[in-house]
């Protein structure tokens, strides 16, 4: 097998192997459950320190 064809296997594999490892990932995030929305009042400012 030629140079270049060694790196394009290995290229291939080192890429479906990131594939896998971001799609564990996602599924390990998704499995934790539905997010849970921030209360209003944390994303807000408050201005009443300001008077």
Do not use: C, W
């Not at 064809?5 to 539905?34: C, H, M, N, P």
């Amino acid at each position: 097998m030629d140079r270049g064809k060694l790196v394009a296997v290995f290229t291939g594999a080192i890429s479906i192997l990131i594939a896998i490892a971001y799609l564990i990932i996602v599924q390990l995030l998704d499995f934790r459950g539905e997010m849970i929305p921030a209360p209003i009042s944390q994303l807000l400012p408050t201005i009443n320190h300001l008077f």
